[in-house]
């Protein structure tokens, strides 16, 4: 424990040295603030009576009168695996000497699984068996085996040495149609067998198709789930376009970064698929126009080439763009959010996985931004997301099977709940095409199912995303 406690110690102080190195430009706020819709992070200002959705951001310390910007010096993929939680070893059973016995435990006699009553008897699956064999262990050599064959009118198909069973393992045929359970009673007379089975069938227990549990808790019927040719821009890392996830679902490329070589594919590939997805691992809305614009490797970008795939994102006409990143306030990208925004799209961000104390994260905390958080299959948040005013709505982002570069794996992060956002939201404009992305925005916070306290709040936002409810409003 005390060495676990130095490395996070070691780990606060790397981080606090970096905080101390980054330029005080790369937090200003904008020159000209628009006085109803201040920063709220800057202690000066906390106390104004209209925020903007930042809201006030407590800290303590030389750096009180700051912006609450994620101090980075490059904007970062939010989602990197989140290490798992080590579990606590349990201590080994005592074990009492040998020529003593063991009392019963001060809370009572031990009861043995054997003394309990089962509500309901165990069930066995039932299952099919080849239906002219049967598995046979036998107490002696390859001549006993060939004895016991003559003896019952069997064929030896197979025998070996088990070392699991420690005897050996004979599979007879049965050449003339008898049954199964006849042979098997027949065997048992024989005091040469031991055991006698069936050769039952075995399924490897994949699904014919995984339907994401996102679709149920935001009220999302999979059956009538469609994007179709709503255009998407996502800015992520690379793709595995050759993942069959991703068949006939990229409309366009673009590579902002075309000197650095691609070496990573799963982010992207995940974000991609679970907005539209097909086959196997359907996303939220099948059917959807991806235009993907590569502008991360190792997990970092930096503001120009975030730009530039901003800029070739609005060329492509999209309704909406999917920001799974986070990084540092930044009044190039506020500008271009804004713009886009006034252009008619929606835009999709997380809102970051560093943790409830984190200052707050960005393209997400802009206003005209939709700040997604995660939750869990219960409803429960992301221990890791970040808090704050600017958090806007909640979707599932914790463990869910999404496509990979690798083929599948299970993702966690804000970043993977954005894309659910960003598939829902593209199933509204599917049914109603009109609809402005004011309206889609105001549609989402009226019909969010209430998580954390009554009303928004810093957690969950306007609460879980209802995309039945709010394709209503």
């Known amino acids: 424990m005390a060495a676990e406690a130095v490395i996070r110690f070691a780990a606060m102080l790397a981080a606090a040295m970096t905080i101390a190195a980054v330029p005080a430009s790369a937090q200003t706020s904008d020159p000209n603030p628009d006085q109803t819709k201040t920063d709220c992070r800057n202690g000066a200002n906390a106390s104004g009576a209209d925020c903007a959705k930042g809201g006030s951001d407590t800290k303590s310390g030389s750096d009180a009168g700051q912006?609450?910007?994620?101090?980075?010096?490059?904007?970062?993929?939010?989602?990197?695996?989140?290490?798992?939680?080590?579990?606590?070893?349990?201590?080994?059973?005592?074990?009492?000497?040998?020529?003593?016995?063991?009392?019963?435990?001060?809370?009572?006699?031990?009861?043995?699984?054997?003394?309990?009553?089962?509500?309901?008897p165990p069930r066995a699956v039932v299952g099919d068996f080849v239906p002219d064999e049967v598995l046979v262990t036998v107490d002696g050599d390859a001549g006993t085996v060939q004895q016991i064959a003559a003896s019952f009118g069997l064929q030896v198909r197979s025998q070996r040495q088990s070392r699991l069973l420690g005897t050996t393992l004979v599979r007879f045929g049965i050449p003339d149609g008898r049954p199964v359970g006849a042979v098997l009673a027949q065997l048992a007379a024989d005091g040469r067998t031991q055991r006698r089975e069936p050769n039952h069938v075995y399924s490897l227990q994949q699904a014919a198709s995984i339907v994401n549990y996102a679709f149920d808790r935001i009220a999302l019927d999979a059956k009538q789930a469609s994007g179709e040719n709503v255009r998407i821009a996502v800015i992520d890392t690379g793709i595995d376009d050759t993942?069959?996830?991703?068949?006939?679902?990229?409309?366009?490329?673009?590579?902002?970064?075309?000197?650095?070589?691609?070496?990573?594919?799963?982010?992207?590939?995940?974000?991609?698929?679970?907005?539209?997805?097909?086959?196997?691992?359907?996303?939220?809305?099948?059917?959807?126009?991806?235009?993907?614009?590569?502008?991360?490797?190792?997990?970092?970008?930096?503001?120009?080439?975030?730009?530039?795939?901003?800029?070739?994102?609005?060329?492509?006409?999209?309704?909406?763009?999917?920001?799974?990143?986070?990084?540092?306030?930044?009044?190039?990208?506020?500008?271009?959010?804004?713009?886009?925004?006034?252009?008619?799209?929606?835009l999709v961000a997380a809102a970051g996985n560093n943790g409830p104390k984190a200052p707050y994260g960005y393209p997400a905390a802009f206003d005209g931004v939709i700040a997604v958080t995660a939750t869990d299959a219960r409803d429960g948040l992301m221990p890791q997301a970040n808090r704050g005013a600017y958090v806007f709505i909640s979707a599932p982002g914790v463990e869910m099977v999404a496509p990979s570069g690798a083929g599948s794996d299970v993702v966690t992060g804000t970043s993977f709940a954005a894309a659910i956002v960003s598939g829902a939201i593209a199933n509204l404009i599917h049914a109603a095409p009109d609809r402005s992305a004011d309206d889609i925005e105001k549609s989402l916070a009226a019909t969010a199912r209430d998580l954390g306290p009554k009303g928004r709040d810093n957690d969950f936002g306007y609460g879980l995303l209802d995309i039945k409810a709010a394709a209503k409003e």
């Open 243 to 346: 993942n069959p996830a991703l068949a006939g679902v990229i409309a366009g490329q673009f590579d902002a970064m075309p000197g650095v070589p691609i070496e990573k594919r799963d982010h992207g590939t995940s974000i991609d698929g679970l907005i539209a997805g097909v086959g196997a691992l359907e996303g939220m809305a099948p059917g959807a126009r991806i235009y993907h614009a590569r502008a991360f490797e190792g997990g970092k970008s930096t503001m120009d080439v975030i730009l530039s795939a901003l800029d070739w994102a609005a060329e492509q006409d999209v309704r909406i763009i999917n920001m799974s990143f986070v990084g540092p306030k930044n009044d190039l990208l506020g500008v271009a959010c804004r713009n886009a925004r006034a252009l008619g799209m929606v």
């Open 67 to 120: 912006s609450g910007a994620v101090f980075l010096p490059a904007l970062i993929v939010d989602l990197f695996p989140n290490p798992a939680p080590v579990p606590t070893p349990r201590p080994a059973p005592a074990t009492p000497p040998a020529d003593t016995q063991a009392g019963p435990p001060p809370g009572g006699p031990i009861v043995s699984p054997t003394d309990l009553i089962a509500v309901q």
